[in-house]
């Protein structure tokens, strides 16, 4: 399934999408799409109904973050290991974690506001993983058992604020509107492998990024479960597995950063594409 919520923001409907591409409205089946409806009974209800007599949706709505009410925004970082090698940086031995601030989540398509003040705002396209089933002190093995879907997410990141202002990576991580996600939540079903998925990101139409999450250096089993030692993750919980290579901060002979006017594109096989427009804030 494809599920969506659409609507202006903070005012977000769920839906779905049918075999044509449609949105169907599901506000008659369910309050919206977030933790308290994609577990797996929640899940399993939304499989068993008959699309086609849900309402279509006319015209083109607004589309918003696909999930809704996050609890947890969890993030990795330098966790492709042509990332960590273009950043001058080892492979970590463990996952390095920070966190976004859920004030930084908008819809896909959103505008992304440069910072006040700003010179290195970047961008960095990632896999979503969305928990379905809590998920605490639990084995690699078990770990995709725990995952509701995946979804398409940008990792705005502001560099100077990020590694030159003291402190951890989290000040040039959350700013609002670093966190475009969607446009669809894919549910698990629907990915056979999420580590063989391509993605790739385009700023006014050069291709900076184009890389796969076969070159992750943890995958994602290994990350649920790790983090699952230091806290509890609950459905609805949202999590960013880091980058490819091809960050403007990577950018050879010299780093290249967003600027006002510009159009970020984006998207992973089988999860959709974004559009951004990037403003000044």
């Not at 068993?48 to 973050?65: A, C, K, Q, W």
């Not at 090698?85 to 989540?105: C, D, H, M, R, Y």
């Not at 202002?165 to 609002?176: A, F, N, P, V, Y």
Request: aromatic share 6%; hydrophobic share 35%.
């Amino acid at each position: 399934m494809k599920l969506i919520r659409y609507g202006e923001s903070k005012q977000e409907k769920p839906g779905i999408v049918d075999s044509d591409g449609r949105i169907r409205d599901l506000s008659g089946v369910i309050s919206d799409v977030d933790g308290s409806t994609i577990t797996e009974s929640g899940l399993a209800r939304l499989r068993g109904l008959d699309i086609s007599t849900l309402p279509v949706v006319e015209g083109n709505p607004r589309i918003g973050p696909c999930v809704g009410n996050i609890g947890k925004f969890v993030c990795i970082g330098l966790n492709y290991s042509d990332h960590a090698a273009e950043s001058g940086l080892p492979e970590p031995s463990e996952p390095v974690v920070f966190n976004k601030w859920t004030s930084a989540i908008v819809g896909p398509n959103d505008d992304v506001a440069i910072p006040r003040g700003s010179k290195k705002t970047d961008w960095e396209v990632e896999l979503g993983v969305v928990i379905g089933k809590e998920a605490r002190y639990i084995s690699k093995e078990e770990a995709l058992s725990h995952v509701a879907g995946y979804c398409v997410i940008n990792d705005v990141s502001e560099r100077e604020y990020q590694t030159e202002r003291g402190g951890t990576w989290d000040k040039g991580k959350g700013c609002d509107t670093f966190g475009p996600i969607g446009p669809w939540l894919v549910t698990a079903d629907e990915v056979s492998d999420p580590q063989a998925l391509n993605l790739w990101l385009e700023v006014d139409g050069k291709r900076y990024q184009d890389g796969t999450t076969a070159k992750m250096i943890f995958d994602v089993a290994t990350i649920i479960s790790y983090l699952s030692n230091f806290m509890s993750l609950q459905p609805g919980d949202v999590i960013s597995t880091g980058t490819p290579p091809g960050v403007g901060m990577g950018v050879k002979p010299e780093a290249v950063y967003l600027k006002a006017g510009q159009t970020m594109r984006l998207g992973i096989e089988g999860l959709g594409e974004q559009t951004q427009k990037v403003v000044q804030a």
